[in-house]
């Protein structure tokens, strides 16, 4: 979405993490954004209206995502792509909808629009890591009901130092193997960003029904036991020059899922229109973007 128009315009989060299944798609296209504050309002009637054309004539399709424990007004649009060439397939598909819509002056003004809401912006295409993940789900079917069933994610973006990459992900295969051996642990999705980052950046993901799915779960020194934790620090402190967390939520009104996960909640997705709603800034909705489109 947005991505054509908008190339020259992504936020440091992950939206929907990787998953295993090349299937799946073995890409994710992030589209991030900051809102002037006193454009929320505006960006969001925008980002519903880019929806709607989407849905009504079969365009791209991307969850949003919005910062809830981050830098705020933040949003992130995430697509899942199979290749490079996914992109202007997406892109197109996004176009061709949006004019389909509301006819190519309306939307060229609507772009126009949407440009001007923002702050910054920033394009990432990040390559899905199922050889690091934990517990990725198999099939598309077992993704879409765990993103489906999902309302918030919390990622930690891990900058590695430079000539640390092997180090750093022979860890995490470590960590992999002995948090799959528990029954209390849970997914965490990791990605690697490829394009639009600034030297090696991890994508850990971690997804959940809702905030209390963050309470009580078991931590490395835990998941690893005394002698593994301390190998592990060290070599997190040689290998990471920095971390970012942040926690974001889901936002359907502002998304247009595949139909797998729409299908997974559909009460949730497909969220009905409230009549005589006040206008205002959403709490916790997200929007994406491409380059001629808001991207998923």
């Known amino acids: 979405m947005l991505r054509r128009a908008f190339w020259t315009l992504l936020f440091v989060v992950c939206l929907v993490a990787p998953v295993a299944m090349q299937a799946q798609g073995d890409y994710l296209d992030v589209y991030t954004v900051k809102i002037r504050p006193e454009k929320v309002a505006d960006f969001t009637a925008i980002a519903k209206k880019m929806v709607d054309a989407n849905r009504r004539y079969n365009g791209d399709h991307w969850l949003t995502q919005a910062v809830v424990y981050g830098e705020g007004d933040t949003y992130a649009f995430v697509s899942l792509r199979e290749n490079y060439a996914d992109i ?47 517990k990725a789900p198999g099939d598309m079917a077992a993704y879409a009901k765990l993103v489906g069933g999902s309302r918030v994610l919390r990622t930690n973006v891990v900058r590695v130092r430079p000539g640390h990459v092997a180090d750093f992900e022979a860890m995490l295969k470590d960590v992999k193997v002995a948090s799959e051996q528990l029954d209390n642990t849970q997914p965490l999705l990791i990605s690697q960003g490829v394009e639009g980052t600034k030297g090696t950046t991890f994508y850990i993901s971690a997804l959940r029904s809702g905030l209390d799915g963050f309470d009580k779960n078991p931590t490395i020194r835990e998941i690893l036991g005394e002698e593994g934790y301390k190998k592990f620090l060290q070599e997190n402190a040689e290998s990471v020059e920095g971390v970012e967390s942040m926690i974001l939520r889901f936002s359907p009104e502002l998304s247009n899922p595949p139909e797998e996960i729409m299908a997974a909640a559909p009460d949730f997705w497909q969220p009905k229109p409230v009549v005589g709603a006040r206008t205002g800034k959403p709490q916790s909705v997200g929007v994406k973007a491409s380059a001629e489109k808001p991207k998923q």
């Open 88 to 134: 202007d397939k997406g892109s197109e598909a996004f176009m061709s909808a949006l004019n389909k819509a509301y006819g190519k002056d309306a939307a060229d003004k609507m772009l126009h629009d949407w440009e001007s809401c923002l702050i910054s912006s920033r394009n990432e295409f990040r390559k899905r890591r199922p050889d690091l993940s934990r």
